[in-house]
């Protein structure tokens, strides 16, 4: 087995609601490793299982929404890197060894990640999806921010919003883009995408790292408004300012 020593550097924040079967499957997973792992719970009913005592999990109930759990836990987390994860899928601690190995010989990468692949279960057997294939060979290590960002908003794939990052640069995003909620599809997802270009470069490393559940839906998403048609409606220039003004206090 690789060393799997440097996972104590890593804090794994999930993040979930009224899926506790999932989650409860996702933490005993966890419970034999060393990393910390943040639970932001916001569901109906508290989550109470045995798997809650290991010593590397806290749980909190905040019934609040997603944005407000996030912004909360930059002050539970005191590692040097941390990667959000949903209650329903699973990491590879081998890959994300590698990802804090790369992160921590090269100061000028902001997020380090791997290869992702689709799980679900038929007839009692696991069967594997392609999933997210213009993952593979992406390295975003432009000198200029301006051209790591064209280059990955040209073709783009959620390479780091599931990636390891670094816990200084989390904090100072998390920080500002969750104070407020814009009303477009994924302005969370778009927005960390966006400042960690801005922070430094990304690497996409040759290792499966994600596996990413098919099983069952994945929480509804409220907003369905595209950025484009939300970007050129007249009536949120105000909003649409505010945007602007906040991306480039953290810039």
Avoid at 162 to 183: A, C, G, H, L, P
């Amino acid at each position: 087995m690789s060393n799997l020593s440097n996972l104590k550097k890593l804090t794994i924040v999930i993040f979930t609601y009224n899926r506790h079967r999932l989650l409860k499957r996702t933490l005993k997973y966890w419970s034999t490793y060393d990393v910390k792992v943040l639970v932001l719970d916001s569901s109906t009913t508290k989550f109470e299982a045995p798997c809650l005592n290991t010593k590397n999990i806290k749980y909190i109930y905040d019934t609040r929404s997603w944005y407000d759990r996030l912004l909360s836990s930059v002050k539970y987390i005191n590692t040097e890197y941390i990667i959000l994860a949903c209650d329903d899928e699973f990491y590879l601690p081998s890959a994300l060894c590698s990802c804090i190995n790369f992160l921590s010989a090269d100061e000028s990468f902001s997020s380090c990640g791997g290869r992702a692949v689709g799980f679900l279960t038929k007839k009692n057997k696991i069967l594997g999806i392609r999933q997210y294939p213009k993952l593979k060979g992406l390295c975003l290590d432009y000198e200029s921010s301006i051209d790591r960002i064209t280059k990955h908003f040209s073709s783009y794939v959620p390479a780091h919003f599931y990636s390891v990052m670094r816990n200084n640069e989390w904090k100072k995003i998390s920080s500002t883009i969750f104070q407020k909620k814009y009303d477009f599809y994924a302005s969370f997802e778009l927005q960390l995408e966006f400042l960690l270009m801005v922070s430094g470069k990304s690497k996409i490393i040759p290792e499966l790292m994600w596996m990413r559940n098919n099983e069952v839906p994945h929480n509804s998403i409220e907003i369905e408004t595209k950025i484009e048609r939300w970007w050129y409606d007249k009536k949120n220039n105000d909003e649409k300012n505010a945007f602007l003004q906040t991306m480039k206090t953290i810039a």
